[in-house]
């Protein structure tokens, strides 16, 4: 939904309107928009990073062996609220780890941005962090699972769990 109002604003629906001809007022358009949620029972596909974490383990299911879902599940979502918490620090690790550099230029900042949006790649990385937690010895059959699911490549996956189980290891430490 927030990509819609980004692109089509109630403002420029009506403009939108207004150059084919139909006449309508914003609180016509809103109502509409209101009439369309209720219909849908409020219901909108909306995906998120849990919805990431769900899919994936449920696919890793049928890959892996042996794996504890229900407390990789429970260890993930801890990781993926951790990972919003820490966000900030989470990817400076990311950027230092890939560049050798704590100094972002403006070019550095926007190809960051690709990556922290990348929530396929937060999802993987949490899973694997979650899967070393739980049971270290799925951990590799979890990784290539993934690379082959995601086509992530295995390094990027690693390097974010790495960089998600180093922060929380430093906040154990403190």
């Known amino acids: ?6 692109i089509l604003t109630p403002r420029k629906i009506r403009t939108l309107l207004k150059d084919v ?5 914003l609180a016509g358009i ?11 029972d409020y219901r ?5 990073p849990l919805l990431h974490v769900d899919t994936l383990l449920a696919m890793l299911d049928r890959f892996v062996a042996s794996l504890k879902l229900d407390e990789l599940r429970r260890v ?3 990781l993926l609220d951790a990972a919003y918490l820490q966000q900030t620090e989470l990817y400076n690790i990311l950027f230092i780890a890939a560049t050798g550099s704590s100094v972002q230029s403006k070019e550095d900042r926007i190809l960051l941005t690709s990556v922290k949006q990348d929530t396929w790649l937060l999802t993987a990385g949490v899973i694997v962090s979650a899967t070393y937690i739980v049971n270290p010895a799925a951990s590799e059959k979890v990784i290539a699972a993934l690379e082959k699911m995601d086509h992530l490549s295995k390094d990027d996956i690693i390097d974010f769990a790495s960089a998600l189980l180093s922060l929380l290891r430093e906040n154990h430490e403190h």
């Open 76 to 78: 993930s979502i801890k």
């Open 21 to 25: 001809g139909h006449d309508c007022s």
């Open 30 to 40: 809103l109502n509409s928009e209101l009439r369309v949620l209720k219909t849908l």
């Open 44 to 48: 909108i596909c909306c995906n998120t």
């Open 1 to 6: 939904m927030s990509l819609h109002y980004n």
